[in-house]
């Protein structure tokens, strides 16, 4: 098939075509290249099946692209407002990918009768009073908090596509991604490689609050298995949880890195948490057990040894 992976650069984009090409088919990448980086494609620039595009997912496609299927990862991501390419302090773009971009891009797909999959977030739950968090939850978020940028375009994002299933009949299907770690994951805030990072260094710890929050981690090649498994597998109009159901709180996070890389490092204590911040993080995929047939196969440690080695190159 021809695929179309937008963000195809970026941390999880990048995986996710290599996955593609490994099963076949041929893939465009399309990225701005605002968080996304060419390095995580290089490997890919020989290949026959691939090709790569520097573009905006706000750009209307030419008329003559066929496509199959479109994949739509295309947003920041990283929540530290002291990085240059986090959703903080990119809110316009972030904002518009994820909705104008969205709505565009199910327009492309509507047009070629191809199927489509938005790649939403666990941020649509915001601080969740369900644990864990199912589908059906419709979650608890500010919609003007310094968060709001990504947690409801992403929810808006949803919005546009149910719409275009609806209303047009698109072939469309959403998965809300929680945690995801692996190799060529930005340096951009996000905890487990500014842990893991802290820890190579001899540096600090960084824990907001008392570090009781929870988070679940997925290892990026069981989340692209189960992104793959939704397009493939999945209905239209339906939404699946994408995570891993071991649940952690950071501080355990910390001491888990810490054993691992032998690391002197200790753990330095902010203040509070940041605005919004949720304290419980832990999908629930029953669903996509049931339906997809997919469930994580890689345990923390595991996946930790993995990036670890990866990061010490």
Known sequence: MKIIVTGGAGFLGSHLCDKLIENGHQVLGIDNLITGSLDNIAHLQNSPDFEFVEANSLDPFPEDLDFDQLYHLASPASPNKNNPKSYMSLPFETMQVNSIGTWSLSEEALKRGAKFLFASTSEVYGDPLEHPQKETYNGNVSTTGPRSVYDESKRFGETIVSSFVRHSKLDGRIVRIFNTYGPRMPDDGRVVIEF????????PFPVFGDGTQTRSFCYVSDMVEGIIAAMEKGSSGQIYNLGNPDEFT????????????????EISFADRLPQDDPKKRCPDIAKAKEKLGWEPKISLEEGLKKLIVYTRL
Request: charged share 20%; net charge positive; aromatic share 0%.
């Open 196 to 203: 893991v990072k802290a820890a190579l260094s001899g540096k």
């Open 250 to 265: 950071i501080l355990s996070l910390a001491q888990k890195i810490k054993e691992l890389t032998n690391s002197t490092s």
